[in-house]
T-cell receptor, first 117, second 109 residues
Framework: GAGVSQSPRYKVTKRGQDVALRCDPISGHVSLYWYRQALGQGPEFLTYFNYEAQQDKSGLPNDRFSAERPEGSISTLTIQRTEQRDSAMYRC???????????????FGPGTRLTVL | RKEVEQDPGPFNVPEGATVAFNCTYSNSASQSFFWYRQDCRKEPKLLMSVYSSGNEDGRFTAQLNRASQYISLLIRDSKLSDSATYLCVVNTNAGKSTFGDGTTLTVKP
């Protein structure tokens, strides 16, 4: 079956532009997570949703970052007024369980490689 | 100090060797624990969950010590295909997942 998909796979933008990164979770998955991963480091938690409700956004670096999941399926991570330090791999993951339950496997998408010039 | 800490390695071992990775976490409210595997330029994938009583899956054994806030992964009879980065993951009941930065393993012929 279809896994988690993300688009675009690669995004190059100029400093100051806004970008929107999309995540299509596995159909029926309840929880959706956003991470940022720098080279040589593990995924850094940004935010997560149960259905359409954003449960925790403590990992968002600043108010230029926002995320939504209005219908409890597709999610969009938006970065406004991008800066060079925003360059990273942005990964989305989904899970069939309400987050926090023991054994809830997170299935990751291939990521969006964002480069801010 | 990071919430989840791992020895970055790299660990370079011959085929057939036994290798162990350690992970410590600082949040005592952590409730669930996992090991993920990440191949170069790929997404992380679940290797195994870690249960309080310890658990085994073939050549892989995971242990949890809640008192010491310590998790381990043991790989026996290493294969070339085990070469990857192993990520320790800790979840709170509130759902937040914290990943370590990973331990890199290279298994050589």
């Amino acid at each position: 079956g279809a896994g988690v998909s993300q688009s675009p796979r690669y995004k190059v933008t100029k400093r100051g532009q806004d970008v929107a990164l999309r995540c299509d979770p596995i159909s029926g998955h309840v929880s959706l997570y956003w991470y940022r991963q720098a080279l040589g480091q593990g995924p850094e938690f940004l935010t997560y949703f149960n259905y359409e409700a954003q449960q925790d956004k403590s990992g968002l670096p600043n108010d230029r970052f926002s995320a939504e999941r209005p219908e409890g399926s597709i999610s969009t991570l938006t970065i406004q007024r991008t800066e060079q330090r925003d360059s990273a791999m942005y990964r989305c993951a989904s899970s069939s369980f309400t987050s926090g339950i023991m054994g809830d496997t997170q299935y990751f998408g291939p990521g969006t490689r964002l480069t801010v010039l | 100090r990071k919430e989840v800490e791992q020895d970055p390695g790299p660990f370079n071992v011959p085929e057939g060797a036994t290798v162990a990775f350690n992970c410590t976490y600082s949040n005592s409210a952590s409730q669930s624990f996992f090991w993920y595997r990440q191949d170069c330029r790929k997404e992380p994938k679940l290797l195994m969950s870690v249960y309080s009583s310890g658990n085994e899956d073939g050549r892989f054994t995971a242990q949890l010590n809640r008192a010491s806030q310590y998790i381990s992964l043991l790989i026996r009879d290493s294969k070339l295909s085990d070469s990857a980065t192993y990520l320790c993951v800790v979840n709170t009941n509130a759902g937040k997942s914290t990943f370590g930065d990973g331990t890199t393993l290279t298994v050589k012929p």
